[in-house]
């Protein structure tokens, strides 16, 4: 097995997975939290 | 070259110091929002797919996540990363199946013993959280000493009481922001702390890449053995096949049972949500363990390659190789970009230190203290007995981290102590879950097995010729095994009345 290849494979893929990751949750967790707040205003906890 | 020489200046101090008020104003500022229990425990189960990404990565990405990382890559080479493998597609199977996640968020419970009460009864609830809160104290017992070990070597502060300033003033911070806002505070933080740590990690890992060179990177240092740098389950390696076996059950119990993970996807808005934040947080875990395994290899790298630093790390009084990461960022990163890491550290190791805190806090009022008393708790009380829980746990981190040291490394410690809960509580819930006849007489059994892990940390389990059965591997992994022979064959002996009673009309 090429462990060396493997790595290099691994290394790359986390580091361009993880800064495209960043880039989605930060948008969609900014809308999320406006949400959220407003969900802890209303008088019930509802599923 | 001086070995606690760092790029740290009166800048980066300013930048530390600014940015650790700010979870401190968020504490204050969100206080009004909580208003009963589940707020404070669970958000009022309001999160929805992104901010849970986030607050997961942020819990699951600590200061001691990067340190026990760091120190793996530090110590093992780039045979460290089979550990990210292991865990990130365990976690991926959890998020693509709802493997448990998925059944106990549609229960609305908010503790793991919860469930237990629900399908065993109270007595197997009060086991499983005086257990579990036991393997959850002892499991964050070094989360202090790590992060003021971070602190000293990114700030080049070499003094002996430097340890024990550092661990009470990180202490103090967390204490007072978790005591008030509980978990809405910290889901905002931890939004927060992602967006900076994230983009910090992806800086900083060029930077360490940049100075080494990415050849280097993949041509074991001459002082190591080539084969043990690449291969985790070659001789030398310090992992094998019995640790590789280890990690895979651990980090699957823990991706769907550990409880300050777990607590996010109960938090989550919808029980389809608690299952996609697994499988996209996969990545998010995936980074946080390669990210500073990578770190840690080039702090390898690095001091192999500068006599004096390679001399500091060697023979009998040699510094901790938890040193190694944070010494090397303190020299390659530029002053202002390090105050940033070192800030984004610093909440790091507050986010997680806060949802544990919180997680093991709860599960005392909720799972020991309330059952055990006749009359039902208010909500006003559980709150109060919650946050005094959070402050003795916080003194008993800052005596345990200042007298213990991990007797292998720091993540084997974690490891280890982790299995003092899991092997139960997975065994248990998984059974409970999906097989009718588990009973609970198998449910004890299964819990007080995962007490074996215990042995795991004892002295006994380092220094050279360790027969394998004292190791903490095969302690950990026997551990599981018990526990989960103990399930089946207790509740095939000793079946719940009530369904035997059943069986018989």
């Known amino acids: 097995m090429n462990w060396e290849l493997l790595w290099k494979v691994v290394l790359i893929f986390t580091l361009c997975g993880y800064a495209l990751l960043v880039i989605i949750v930060i948008f969609g967790g900014a809308r999320n939290i406006v949400d959220m707040l407003r969900d802890l205003t209303k008088p019930t906890d509802q599923d | 070259m001086d070995v606690f020489a760092t790029n740290f200046r009166t ?86 199946t709802g493997f448990i996640v998925y059944k106990l968020r549609q229960l609305r419970i908010m503790t793991i013993p919860e469930f237990y009460e629900m399908r065993f009864g109270r007595n197997v609830r009060i086991v499983g959280g005086i257990i579990l809160a036991l393997g959850g104290i002892l499991n964050m017992g070094l989360f202090l000493q790590a992060g003021a070990r971070f602190m000293m070597g990114v700030t080049g502060y070499s003094n002996p009481a430097g340890l024990k300033l550092f661990m009470s003033v990180m202490l103090i911070m967390v204490l007072i922001y978790t005591v008030m806002g509980g978990m809405v505070s910290v889901v905002l933080n931890d ?24 050849g280097n990177l993949f041509a074991a240092p001459s002082i190591v053995d080539s084969a043990s740098w690449f291969n985790p389950v070659s001789e030398g390696s310090g992992f094998g096949t019995l640790y590789v076996i280890f990690m895979v059950v651990l980090t699957f119990s823990a991706g769907a049972l550990w409880q300050s993970g777990t607590l996010r996807a109960l938090s989550a808005k919808t029980p389809k949500i608690a299952k996609q934040l697994y499988a996209w947080s996969s990545v998010s875990y995936l980074a946080r363990r390669v990210i500073p395994m990578l770190w840690g290899i080039c702090a390898f790298v690095f001091v192999s390659q500068t006599p004096k630093l390679l001399s500091a790390f060697q023979g009998p009084d040699s510094l901790n190789s938890q040193f190694g990461m944070p010494i090397f960022m303190a020299k390659i990163l530029p002053s202002g970009f390090l ?45 109060l007995i919650t946050r005094i829980c959070i402050v003795c746990i916080g003194l008993f981190l800052l005596i345990w981290g200042l007298w213990f040291e991990a007797p292998v490394s720091l993540w084997n410690y974690m490891a280890v102590t982790g299995t003092i809960y899991l092997a139960g509580a997975f065994t248990v819930v998984t059974a409970g879950l999906y097989w009718k006849k588990a009973s609970k007489t198998g449910a004890k059994i299964a819990l007080y097995a995962g007490l074996l892990a215990i042995l795991g940390i004892g002295p006994w389990t380092t220094g050279e010729n360790v027969p394998f059965y004292l190791t903490d591997k095969f302690i950990g992994v026997m551990t599981f095994l018990i526990a989960f022979l103990g399930m089946i064959i207790g509740s095939l002996l000793f079946p719940d009345k009530s369904k035997t009673e059943e069986g018989k009309k």
């Not at chain 2, 939004?191 to 990415?214: D, E, P, T």
């Not at chain 2, 105050?339 to 610093?346: P, R, S, V």
Request: aromatic fraction near 10%.
């Open chain 2, 339 to 383: 105050g940033l890491i070192a800030a984004g550290m610093f909440a790091a190791f507050m986010s997680t230190h806060d949802s544990y805190l919180l997680s093991w806090s709860s599960v005392i009022t909720q799972d020991i203290v309330a059952p055990l008393k006749k009359e039902r708790l208010s909500d006003k009380g559980r709150l």
């Open chain 2, 11 to 96: 800048v980066d101090w300013i930048i530390v110091c600014v940015y650790i008020c700010i979870p401190v104003v968020i504490g204050i500022i969100v206080k009004k929002y909580i208003r009963q229990l589940s707020d404070f425990i669970v958000a009022g189960r309001s999160l929805k797919l992104f901010i849970a990404i986030a607050t997961l990565t942020g819990t699951e990405l600590g200061l001691v996540t990067v340190m026990y990382n760091a120190e793996l890559g530090f110590k093992h080479g780039l045979s460290a990363f089979h550990v990210g493998i292991i865990e990130t597609l365990c976690i991926l199977a959890i998020g693509l």
């Open chain 2, 191 to 214: 939004f927060m702390q992602f967006i900076v740590l994230s983009i910090g990690m992806l800086i900083g890992s060029a930077f360490a890449i940049s100075k080494i060179g990415w």
